[in-house]
Nanobody, 119 residues
Framework: QVQLVESGGGLVQPGGSLRLSCAASGTISKIYSMGWHRQAPGKQRELVAEFAVGGNTDYADFVKGRFTISRDNAVNTVYLQMNSLKPEDTAVYYC?????????????WGQGTQVTVSS
C-alpha cells in the first residue's frame, strides 16, 4: 500500500518562509510525477509545483520566483521551499503522486498540511 506523508505546514507571517516535505512509502515501482497542489477555502484545488512526467518542472504562475520544488529520489521525497509568503498563499497543501506499484498506475494524495500566512 502506498502512502504520501506530508509535513512542514504551519503559521507564518507575510514575507516569511516554510518548507514542506512529502515522502512516498510502500510498494513503488515507478514515480511518473510528484508535486504539490493547494486548496483555499471556497476555491478549487490547484497545482502549485510538480515534477511532471518526463522530468520537467512545472510551476503555477502565482508562485514563480518564490517557491522552489526539489526532490530526493533515493527516499522518494519531494520538498517545497516557500519564500516571500503572502496571505493569499493560505491554503491546505496536498502532496500528489502519479505512480506505479507493480500492479497498476494510480494517483495518490496526501492528507494535506495547513499553511496559514497571517500577521
Amino acid at each position: 500500500q502506498v502512502q504520501l506523508v506530508e509535513s512542514g505546514g504551519g503559521l507564518v507571517q507575510p514575507g516569511g518562509s516554510l518548507r514542506l516535505s512529502c515522502a512516498a512509502s510502500g510498494t513503488i515501482s515507478k514515480i511518473y510525477s510528484m508535486g504539490w497542489h493547494r486548496q483555499a477555502p471556497g476555491k478549487q484545488r490547484e497545482l502549485v509545483a510538480e515534477f511532471a512526467v518526463g522530468g520537467n518542472t512545472d510551476y503555477a504562475d502565482f508562485v514563480k520566483g518564490r517557491f522552489t520544488i526539489s526532490r530526493d529520489n533515493a527516499v522518494n521525497t519531494v520538498y517545497l521551499q516557500m519564500n516571500s509568503l503572502k496571505p493569499e498563499d493560505t491554503a491546505v497543501y496536498y502532496c500528489h503522486a502519479d505512480l506505479g506499484n507493480w500492479i497498476d498506475r494510480r494517483d495518490y494524495w496526501g492528507q494535506g498540511t495547513q499553511v496559514t500566512v497571517s500577521s
